[in-house]
């Protein structure tokens, strides 16, 4: 246990890429497998079971500590992390590491599971016997893998890197067994990382675009030769990988989420592959040629179960955007160009294969003219590189994508929260709402990010002088300050006060420059409801 307390420490105190990777590496070639397992499989986020209820926690460490339950309800609104305000409570700041705990694999797979099926008094006592003993770091730990929030940022491509090194072996191939391997975490895990055969349904680790707008306003400059870029439409729906090997077929999302049985005709299409295929695209619903809205395809997703009528009424398609196993034989380690090639030819022997057309681009007035008019169903552009490889993961200069302009509105503040992990002192979480007819601000969006720290920390210091009211956790604040916020897309909800829905709200800029009566109404968001972009020449979606 104490290794891997020294990773997490590392891991959650520093940002530098390189550092966390070495560190990981050293991890991994030093313990057993076993224990390497479950590091791996908590670090991907996998433990997401609360053993004990957290407000049970909070009203048992506050009679521990002889401390009003308010008090430890006003910290941890302060803190806005659980674990951390629980051991920050605790006075063992100062204790060594004790060694009290038990090595990972047996807190995480016995410990815990067995604590969760005692009686509330033994819960409590075996809480109480490790708070009188352990360290700040070993008790904040416990407490993340008691409430089942074990996150401390380290990316999936990271972790791949990682045990690469340790192992020897290639990131590509590792990608592809890691599912597998913690399906329970155990013992074997290396030896099944190390195994090569491919036979199950299993899709492989997903290739992702980084926004080109991280490069700046200024990024054609920065970019490169456009020419060494193969330009595709970014299609709004689901990625998905359709696996097709002896043992069926399967629909994979990217999430890792089976989509097999919602998309019955899917299955029943794609089965006249080869075994041995593996094809990269796009989930949508196509009705009579047209590419419909993403609310559509949520109305399958939403399905527990599908009727033959909603599949008439709601066919769905994959556009194909890559090939990833061609007869068994896996294809990511060969260049783009020549994926391409084979994914064509491969459409040639059957036809019911829909590709994702590849776009004639000159120049960056020719990206920008399609960016901003894509056709009905796209979001924007990706750029890939013709010589790169399917790698996991983002990687910075091999996929990029360029979304259109997003649709904006200057909206008041009206509500805040205070955030979590590194935003835990600030009030980050922020409510916004618009004018109606009536001239009553109505709520239609919440939003995480746009601000820099700098903002965050004078907004926060204004909403703790000027908080109107209280309510749990959320601070009502007097209407005073406008926002630009900016989201991807939007539909009618009957479940939002404003009556649409819209998706990856975020903060673009804060107006200080206007007044809350300038800020946008209600009519503007049904106008946006209303926006259907214009498709370019030539670029419709293959019929």
Known sequence: MERFLALYRTLDQTTSQQAR????????QAVEPEEAAWATYLLRGGHARRFVSPRRLREWIAEYLNLPLSLVETSYQHVGDLAETLALLLPNRGRPFSGHLPPLPVLAGQELPRLASLPEAEQRAWLENHWSRLSFWEVYLLHK??????RVGVAEGLLLQALARALNL?????????????????????????????????????????????????????????ADY?????????????????????LWSRGGVALTQGFPELVDLFRALPAGTVIDGELLIVREGEIQPFA???????????????????????????????????LRTLPLVERQARLEDLATRYPFLRLSPILSVQDWKEVERLRSNPPAGAEGLLLKLRTGLYLAGRRRGNWWKLKRSPFTVDAVLVYAQRGHGRRSGWFSDLTFALWNEQGQ?????????????????ELTRWIRTHAAEKIGPIVKVPPVWVFTVAFEGIQPSARHKCGYAVRF???????????????????????????????SSGSAPPE
């Open 21 to 28: 990777i070495a560190a990981l590496t050293a991890y991994f």
């Open 145 to 150: 893998l008691l409430l089942g929030g074990f």
């Open 170 to 226: 290639p990131e590509t191939h590792l990608a592809n067994r890691l599912p597998a391997a913690l399906n329970p975490p155990n013992s074997t895990f290396y030896d099944q990382l190390r195994q090569t055969a491919t036979t199950s349904l299993e899709p492989y680790a997903f290739c992702l675009a980084y926004g080109i707008e991280e490069l700046g306003e200024n990024y054609p400059e920065k970019f490169g030769k456009l």
């Open 230 to 250: 193969q330009v595709e439409w970014k299609w709004d729906g689901v990625r998905v990988q359709v696996v097709c090997r002896a043992a069926g077929v399967a």
């Open 296 to 330: 559509a395809l949520q109305r399958r997703l939403l399905r527990k179960k599908v009727t033959p009528a909603l599949v008439r009424e709601l066919p769905a398609t994959v556009l194909a955007y890559d090939l990833l196993e061609l007869d068994g034989q896996d």
């Open 441 to 457: 601000l109505v709520t239609f969006a919440k939003a995480y990010s746009g601000l820099s720290d700098a903002e965050l920390r």
């Open 505 to 535: 709200p975020r903060i673009v800029c804060w107006r200080r420059d206007k007044k809350p009566e300038e800020a946008d109404t209600l009519h503007h968001l049904r106008l946006l409801a209303g926006f259907s972009p214009l498709p």
